[in-house]
């Protein structure tokens, strides 16, 4: 669970404590932001590159086993049908 601080007047205290650990920053009470590390950050920016280059790759796939399907005489319905079949 991220370190939860009252915003103080003195912002290094937040960045001496992010360094640490995720800060979430309140103010009048409520989550205002969230002070990361450059390293945590850096390291959140990685894995979303990641996932999107997966997503986009898996959407290929699809594509392709689609355009496969076609030329096998399968239609949209019926690949669809098959793909949802767990047995």
Not at 10 to 35: M, N, S, W, Y
Not at 47 to 64: N, P, S
Request: aromatic residues 2%; without cysteine; negative net charge.
């Amino acid at each position: 669970m991220p370190k939860t601080v009252t915003a103080p007047k003195d912002i290094h205290t937040i960045a001496r404590a992010a360094q640490r650990e995720p800060v979430t920053v309140l103010a009048e009470g409520e989550a205002a932001f969230v002070a990361l590390s450059p390293g945590e950050f850096e390291r959140l920016e990685e894995q979303d590159r990641i996932r999107r280059e997966a997503k986009g790759e898996l959407k290929r796939v699809v594509a392709r086993m689609r355009a496969h399907a076609a030329e096998q005489g399968l239609g949209e319905a019926e690949l669809d049908r098959l793909l949802a079949d767990e047995s």
